[in-house]
């Protein structure tokens, strides 16, 4: 930079005027901005796991779920022919996934026994959440392929998304940011819990 002072400088200095200033209480270096942050550390384990590509039941996050146990895979009820898990990318708390437990990527590709089964888990589920959260809605509903926004389209799952007034702020459409109130696991907990008493 011209102009800049020469000579050794300690690492992540930026060496600009007043920049000695810019400490907080613990005199630890930083330059203040306008900006707020969200510290959100167990974020990296999906930027880490990044957006993989799922082709078959060896790399379906869906199919791998009911092999591990309900509180490592989330997985908060197993019904016969399907399932019910939290959504790893909640876009509420309590937000779960009804899946059949076969790799198909349609709804037209299941039997009237899954199709039955999706279905009574859907609606218990609702009950389940009305019980641990009082949601005021709810958003019920399949995306059919990628273009139909499905992220993992090779196997069918229903979105349950429980809904309050006023959940949806600012976050989601300035920054593709959700905030969430909740750890997974305690919500786990509260739904699995409540399952078989509602
Ligand atoms: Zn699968």
Redesign the pocket.
Known sequence: MAGAPSGPRPEGATGADGDAEATDDFELPGVPDSFQRLWTPYRMAYIKAGQQQ?T??HS?????APERSDEESLIVHRGETAFVVLNLFPYNPGHLLV?PY??VPNYTDVTVEETAEIAALSQHAMRVLRRTANPSGFNLGMNQGTTGGAG?A??LHQHIVPRWGGDGNFFPIIAQTKAIPATLADVREQIAGAWDTV
């Open positions: 799922v078959d039941e379906c996050p869906f199919c791998r899946c076969r790799h993992i090779a196997h």
